[in-house]
């Protein structure tokens, strides 16, 4: 029961801290990892993976991830309920308040200052999955930090996507059959 509490409360944190979406809560995730050791930064990629290639926001789908990884379909559950929560609570109040405020020039600079910080958390979450999908952690130097095999498929696909202009489903099936195989 405590352990289901905890994951709701750090859930709930992050649901409310996670602005700009999805990606927005990876860094808050890698803390988790950090702070309890839930899981490793192999299984945190994995789970990046999967949530980004299965149906539904990465970030719900992440909290799902952990929450059953701790502590089975109630952790799944509790952690998913936790994530969501602030969202539902704050879009109720906004919508509640914004039809009185809407045109107040104090709302419109909230909302004006809140998507360059939305912006940044988005790039640390890339950064990061970047970090821990092309290079091996507490190397020696760059160069034998480098994961050459991972790192010629970042850039084939990246010049995939932009050259050839498939649906982006073609490129998750692609990268999942040669991670598989070949990786």
Not at 46 to 71: F, K
Request: charged letters at 10%; hydrophobic letters at 55%; a positive charge.
């Amino acid at each position: 029961m405590k352990l289901l509490l905890l994951l709701y409360f750090e859930f709930f944190k992050i649901g409310l801290f996670s602005i700009g979406g999805g990606l927005a809560t990876i860094p808050f995730l890698q803390e988790l990892s950090v702070k309890y050791g839930w899981f490793s930064q192999e299984l945190f990629a994995d789970m990046i993976a999967i949530s980004e290639s299965t149906p539904g926001p990465i970030g719900v789908n992440m909290a799902t991830y952990v929450g059953y990884h701790t502590a089975g379909i109630p952790g799944g559950i509790i952690s998913t309920l936790g994530l969501i929560s602030p969202s539902i609570i704050v879009i109720l109040l906004i919508a509640r308040l914004l039809t009185h405020f809407k045109e107040n020039k104090y709302v419109q600079s909230i909302f004006y200052i809140l998507r360059p910080l939305a912006t940044g958390l988005v790039i640390s979450a890339t950064v990061q999955i970047l970090k821990i999908a092309l290079f091996i952690p507490n190397a020696q130097s760059f160069i034998t930090a480098l994961k050459v095999k991972e790192l010629i498929l970042f850039f084939t696909m990246l010049i995939a996507i932009f050259s050839l202009k498939k649906n982006p489903i073609f490129y998750i099936i692609a990268g999942a059959v040669i991670g598989i195989f070949i990786l």
